[in-house]
């Protein structure tokens, strides 16, 4: 990489070796082992002895052989308070058939509550960006704190992070976020009343959020882990999302042949579009990128409130790699506030087996949160646009699961099904929002539309957040990103100097 001012963190910093002796000093005397990114990866690679302790830790606790967890391959685990799942060969997936989609081309979510400590993957851009700068020399877990923007789950990630690695994390996130992630950031800081700051509005906020950031990096012990712009975020995704992806894929099409049509992701800070880029590169999928048709950004420079948590956030991200995209779609929160009734009551499930769609399958949904069906639906949407057919795999992910917005479904119950949602209003979601989904909100990106998404995103990082216009205009071109890729093994490196450093071992 060329110089620049972007949060791309390749070379050591040059005022970071005291930063980086504490680091080594606090890890060793806590004793904890840092995973590189080609374990995150690979799982079985991992040293055995780690694996088996691991069979003793719990996988939600906060405990630092969790970070030994933070990749896709965690068991299920079927039994309630079965919470120490081991490792499978290829990451738990869902396939959904034309009788809930209805379309043929086959679309497969790898499911991302299987992380641990969040019960979702955001766990895994937290660790990205935190890593990248300990081992560069740009946090010191004994004098800085851990600042952690997001509209949810990235900053419970960078939270049990900051907490298992023994510094202080602070949460940043609208106030109208769910009550469910609340609770949890209660439960993991010590000190919820300045470690969790709450600010004004919704999902689409993010502006406000930058705003907290921007006076918090007044103090200079305050290290803010921006997943909007820090490439780590986009990196992490390229090295470890896309090729447990690719293992997915491998596997559904090692009998019934297929090709990789397209990777689906709805974007929040863009880092998990990251995995397109690698599944691009490896197998030409085309990228979908995604977002709230309440709030649509990418397709009508539109802005907005919506609900479906952890995405669209009235702006384009510095790591989105625009102009490798090749579709925007927009989803409404109407359509994934009332599957997620439909997937999660009993009339629901009941009218999905009458639709053909297999019982145990049914019982799966459970794991999709909002941005999950936004996914299907959007990857439904790319399907039809592009007249995909059933050799054709979309790849896509189920960010998180719909334990997260129990309380969201309370709410919309009341305001929408006052009355109860039985089997007659079960067929009218799902006819209104499965049985022929709307394609007027997609649009596949040419050179122009691309240009238009990609200089949109100058007012909020140049002219806002003062990202030097030449560092913002290198992202347009593919040789940018492909000048990232390298970072990824020379983190990897670092991170294996830094380990035989602390001396650590969970042995
Ligand atoms: C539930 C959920 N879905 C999707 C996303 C979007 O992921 P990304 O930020 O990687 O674009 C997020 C981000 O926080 C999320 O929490």
Redesign the pocket.
Known sequence: MTESNLAIFGDFAPDGQQSYDNAVARFRQQNIVLPTFAELRTPSTIDPVILDQLTGVEKDAPDARNLFRVHWFNEHADEPGDNFPGQVDVPTHIELPPELTGVDARIVLAFGNRFPMIR?H?VL?AYSCLVARLVTGRFDPTANRAIWP?????ARGGIAISKIMGCRGVAILPEGMSRERFEWLERWTTNPDEDVIKTFGTESNVKEIYDACNELSLDPTNVILN?FSEFSNHLG?YAVTGPSLETVFEHVTADRPGSLAAYV?????????GAGDYLKDSHGARIVAVEALECPTMLYNGYGDHNI???GDKHIPLIHNVTNTDMAVAISDDATNKLDILFNSPAGKRLLVDRGVDGELVDMLVDF???SICNTLAAINAAKVWGLGSDDVIMTVA??GSDLYNSDRERIMSTHYAGGFDDAEAAAVFDEHLADVDITHARSLDEVERDRIFNLGYFTWVEQQGVELDDFDRRRSQDFWNGLRPLIDQWDDKIRTFNNATGASFG
């Open positions: 979702a955001k851009a997001s509209t949810g789950n990235y997943q995704h992701s709805a974007s929040g800070s863009a880092g998990t579009l948590q952890g995405i949160g909002y941005s960010t998180d």
